[in-house]
């Protein structure tokens, strides 16, 4: 199972970015789906997450800049930035519960990652 992120660049001040994030392998059903990022020098932390029934929940201090979503039936989650500003400059990782059938018919629960797009917004 893998994790793809794409997206990234950068962008001035009160500019926007779309990020989404694809999942592929044997996947045989993905749980929540999750966005973190982790700026130079900073431990990573939450920006937003999605439930299978597209209830979401976002860091306090990014609700009504940023929108999360998610396309079931491409195993892909989104991120829309809006009014960004130069301290969301970061690399953005996607995150994802997954269930796997592998080859030998059995399920495997993966807490998976995407390598990290990154973010930077000049003021």
């Known amino acids: 199972v893998q994790l793809q992120a794409f997206g990234g660049g950068r962008v001035r001040a009160g500019g926007s970015l779309s990020l989404s994030c694809s999942a592929s392998?044997?996947?045989?059903?993905?749980?929540?789906m999750a966005w973190y990022r982790q700026a130079p020098g900073k431990q990573r932390e939450f920006v937003a997450l999605i439930r299978s029934d597209r209830s979401a929940d976002y860091a306090d201090s990014l609700k009504g800049r940023f929108t999360i979503s998610r396309d079931n039936a491409k195993n892909t989650v989104y991120l829309q930035m809006n009014g960004l500003k130069p301290e969301d400059t970061a690399n953005y990782y996607c995150?994802?519960?997954?269930?796997?059938?592998?080859?030998?018919?059995?399920?495997?629960?993966?807490?998976?990652w995407g390598q990290g797009t990154e973010v930077t917004v000049s003021s």
């Open positions: 995150n994802a519960q997954i269930l796997s059938l592998t080859a030998s018919e059995e399920f495997v629960a993966l807490n998976a």
């Open positions: 392998g044997n996947i045989f059903r993905i749980d929540d």
